[in-house]
């Protein structure tokens, strides 16, 4: 079993900064591929960003160019700076895990964490 919990969510204006961490147990955090994605009310769950365990990393094409994803395996914790943000990318952000076992992975979520961009 594998607990994420996240932190940084909260209100900030259109044009403002906001980093969000997510803190991750497991002592082999090093081998799990993470992510964030987020949630509007009513509307699936999208994909913001994903780091591999290699560190490679992935970005929705809303994001790009403004938010950054990186991860610290000493600290078991995977970040996502957000710049430039607008009132669009209001949403609930989620911490996810993706753990391998043998020939698959299991899925993990964190708690959420509410970011809103006033214009």
């Known amino acids: 079993q594998v607990q994420l919990v996240e932190s940084g969510g909260g209100l900030v204006q259109a044009g403002g900064s906001l980093r969000l961490a997510c803190a991750a147990s497991?002592?082999?955090?090093?081998?799990?591929?993470m992510g964030w994605y987020r949630q509007i009310p009513g509307k699936q769950r999208e994909l913001v960003a994903s780091i591999s365990s290699g560190g490679v990393t992935n970005y929705a094409d809303s994001v790009k160019g403004r938010f950054t994803i990186s991860r610290d395996n000493a600290k078991n914790t995977v970040s996502l700076q957000m710049n430039s943000l607008k009132p669009e990318d209001t949403a609930v952000y989620y911490c996810n895990a993706d753990v391998p076992n043998g020939w698959t992975s299991f899925r993990y979520w964190g708690q959420g964490t509410q970011v809103t961009v006033s214009s």
């Open positions: 497991g002592s082999i955090f090093s081998s799990y591929a």
